[in-house]
C-alpha cells in the first residue's frame, strides 16, 4: 500500500468517524429535545381544592360540587377528620353520598385527608375502605406534634413505628398514606428555626421527613410535597431537600408565600419564581395538584358563595398559567 493510499484511506476513516459521532450527537440532542418537548406538552394533572375551605360557608355536599364545578376544577380532597366535613365514624355512610354528589356535577372526590396516625385511629379502617371503593388511593396522614421535652431521636422512632404498622395495612387495603411536611406556625419564610420549641410538627424539617420515610415503600407510605411549608421552613435550599425526596413524592400540596405575609393569594408570593412545575414535569407528575387556601380569601363578613367561587377560578388559572410556562 502505498503512502498515498494510506493517507487517503485514513482520511476517509476520519472523515466518516466524524460523520457518525456528528449523526450520534445528533441522536442525542435530538433525543433530549424530544424529552423537553414532550414533558413540556404534559397535560395539566387534575386540579383539586382541599374541602376544608366549604366548612366555612357551611356548604353541603350538592353546594360543595356545584361550587367546584363553577370553579373550574376537577375535585376535592375531602377532610375526613374530626372536625372534618365528614366524621371518620361517618365515613361508611357519608362518603359515598358525597361523592355521588359531586359527580353530579361533573366533579369527583381525588384525595383525603384525614387524622390517622396509627391503625388504632379510630374508624381508620372504615376510612381508607370506603375511600378505595371510591376509587380513592391516596389519603394525608394527621400530624405528629413535636414535643420539646422528648429528645428528636425518640420521636423519630416512635413515628417510624407507628408508620411500619400503617405501611402493612395500607399493603393490605391497596392505599397509601401520606406524610406532609409541616412548617411550624408563625415561623418567617426562610428563617431558621427550632421546629421542637416553635409548634411544629414532626417531619416539618425535609432533613427529619427523609429519616422517616426513605426505608418505606412510597406505595405505602409516600410524601405530600407541600413547597409553601418548605419555602418557610428551608428557603432556598427546598430544591436540594426536593431531590432527595422526590423518589417518595406521590402528591403535591399548592400554596403560595410570601417573606412579609406567609401564605397569600396564588401568583403574589415566591412559588410562582421558582422551578417546582418543570421539577414535576421532569418526574411525569400525573397526580393531582392540590390547591390550599390558608390565607384571608374575602374580607370579614364578605366571605360568601360568589367570593368563594372567584378565588377558587383564579387559583385555578394561576395554577394553569404555572404549568403551562413550566
Request: with cysteine; aromatic share 8%.
Amino acid at each position: 500500500m502505498t503512502n498515498d493510499t494510506r493517507l487517503n484511506r485514513r482520511r476517509f476513516l476520519m472523515a466518516a468517524g466524524g460523520t457518525a459521532a456528528a449523526i450520534g450527537a445528533s441522536g442525542i440532542l435530538d433525543g433530549q429535545r424530544s424529552f423537553a418537548s414532550s414533558a413540556a406538552q404534559l397535560p395539566l394533572p387534575p386540579v383539586a381544592i382541599f374541602s376544608k375551605l366549604y366548612q366555612e360557608l357551611k356548604l353541603d355536599f350538592e353546594q360543595s360540587g356545584a361550587v367546584t364545578a363553577e370553579a373550574g376544577l376537577d375535585g376535592i380532597d375531602c377532610a375526613v377528620r374530626a372536625g372534618g366535613e365528614i366524621l371518620p365514624e361517618q365515613a361508611v355512610e357519608m362518603m359515598p353520598k358525597y361523592a355521588e354528589a359531586l359527580e353530579k356535577h361533573g366533579v369527583k372526590m381525588l384525595l383525603l385527608t384525614t387524622g390517622i396516625v396509627g391503625v388504632d385511629s379510630p374508624s381508620a379502617r372504615d376510612v381508607l375502605v370506603t375511600g378505595n371503593k371510591l376509587g380513592i388511593r391516596y389519603y394525608r396522614l394527621g400530624f405528629w406534634p413535636n414535643r420539646p421535652d422528648s429528645p428528636a431521636e425518640k420521636q423519630t422512632a416512635e413515628t417510624k413505628a407507628r408508620l411500619k404498622e400503617l405501611a402493612a395495612m395500607n399493603r393490605e387495603l391497596g392505599v397509601c398514606g401520606l406524610f406532609e411536611n409541616h412548617s411550624a406556625t408563625g415561623t418567617k419564610v426562610g428563617a431558621k428555626s427550632d421546629l421542637r420549641k416553635a409548634g411544629g410538627y414532626v417531619g416539618g424539617d425535609l432533613n427529619e421527613l427523609y429519616d422517616l420515610v426513605h426505608d418505606f415503600n412510597p406505595d405505602q407510605i409516600a410524601i405530600a410535597f407541600d413547597l409553601g411549608h418548605a419555602i418557610v421552613e428551608h428557603g432556598d435550599d427546598w430544591h436540594k431537600h426536593f431531590e432527595r425526596l422526590k423518589d417518595h413524592i406521590r402528591i403535591v400540596y399548592i400554596k403560595d408565600v410570601k417573606q412579609s405575609a406567609r401564605f397569600v393569594p396564588l401568583g403574589e408570593g415566591e412559588f410562582g419564581r421558582t422551578d417546582f412545575f418543570t421539577l414535576l414535569k421532569g418526574m411525569n407528575y400525573r397526580e393531582p395538584l392540590c390547591i390550599h387556601i390558608e390565607y384571608p380569601w374575602a374580607p370579614a363578613g364578605k366571605k360568601t358563595r360568589a367570593a368563594m367561587v372567584e378565588t377558587l377560578k383564579n387559583s385555578r388559572r394561576v395554577v394553569g398559567d404555572w404549568w403551562q410556562r413550566a
